[in-house]
């Protein structure tokens, strides 16, 4: 899946969705931080493929990982 997430006025006005659904992104991190796991999310938003959702925590995982790399280079 090339873009798991859709970004338009025209969808709940703006907010980040999962492509091809109307589920905001932050239901999935909503979920997560409340201790469910995945697959209920995934259970309770059927719309969203399971891919969608390990390539947004994947794309956020990578960018965590690349502050702190800019974060120790800064401090050095």
């Given at each position: 899946?090339?873009?798991?997430?859709?970004?338009?006025?025209?969808i709940q006005s703006?907010?980040?969705?999962?492509t091809?659904?109307?589920?905001?992104v932050k239901n999935l991190f909503d979920y997560?931080?409340?201790g469910h796991s995945l697959n209920e999310f995934l259970e309770d938003f059927p719309s969203?493929?399971?891919?969608q959702a390990i390539q947004?925590?994947?794309?956020?995982?990578?960018l965590l990982n690349f502050q702190a790399?800019?974060?120790e280079k800064?401090?050095?």
């Open positions: 899946m090339s873009n798991p997430v859709t970004i338009s006025p025209n703006g907010e980040p969705v999962f091809n659904t109307r589920v905001p997560l931080k409340a969203v493929k399971k891919e947004v925590i994947d794309h956020f995982e990578n790399i800019a974060n800064g401090a050095a």
